[in-house]
């Protein structure tokens, strides 16, 4: 009896479809088709402590393995370890030129496959469209920098490289207060100047409802200080 209900029955045509294409991968990095040669531009932003150089130096360290020509640049005002050196909080470090101005690239960038910018909030308001010309080359252009500053404000033209690029990978650190996802570098000393680079004693990443904390305590503290 058993056999009888065991007996293969053919499923209805509508269930006869195609499986689903799997997901797409999550985009990490866009190696394209080498010939023929097209340029792109890809951001890395986020705030301090998220590993935006360390993704950077990964990016152009596989682009080396590819045996592409790799050239990476940073703001003449960042000198914090060496001067010729992405230098990344993990002392991973690569190879790099210490460029005053934007304009600097169009001319160090001949004959390179990969361009690096680091620090690009540094950069002059010029660095969009240097990006744009080099990519309109045939250069892959990989820009990493912090999105905002120590109030929450968009900084310098990573708005607009941002707004610009194909592709834009927003990394995170951790929050030091809650352990949530931190996207804000919150300045702890009172200091009202915007340069203020890197230092482990002075920034503390933080997420929105941490910072916006304290913040508040911080203005409080300062009006407090004034009456
Ligand atoms: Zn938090």
Known sequence: MRAKFAKFVPLPKWLHRPPAKPFRKMF???TGSRSPRKGWIEVICGSMFSGKTEELIRRLRRAEFAKQRVEIFKPGTDTRYHDTDVVSHDKNAIRSTPVPSSSNLMLLANDIEVVGVDEAQFFDDG???VCT???GQGIRVIVAGLDT???GRPFGPMPQLMAMAEFVTKVHAICMRCGDLA?????TNASKELVLLGETDSYEPLCRSCFNKARAAQAALLNQ???
């Open 149 to 151: 500053d120590f109030q």
């Open 133 to 135: 010309q080099l990519a």
């Open 183 to 187: 996207q804000h570098s919150h300045r």
């Open 225 to 227: 200080a004034r009456h």
């Open 127 to 129: 660095l969009p469209e």
């Open 28 to 30: 990490l990095e866009h």
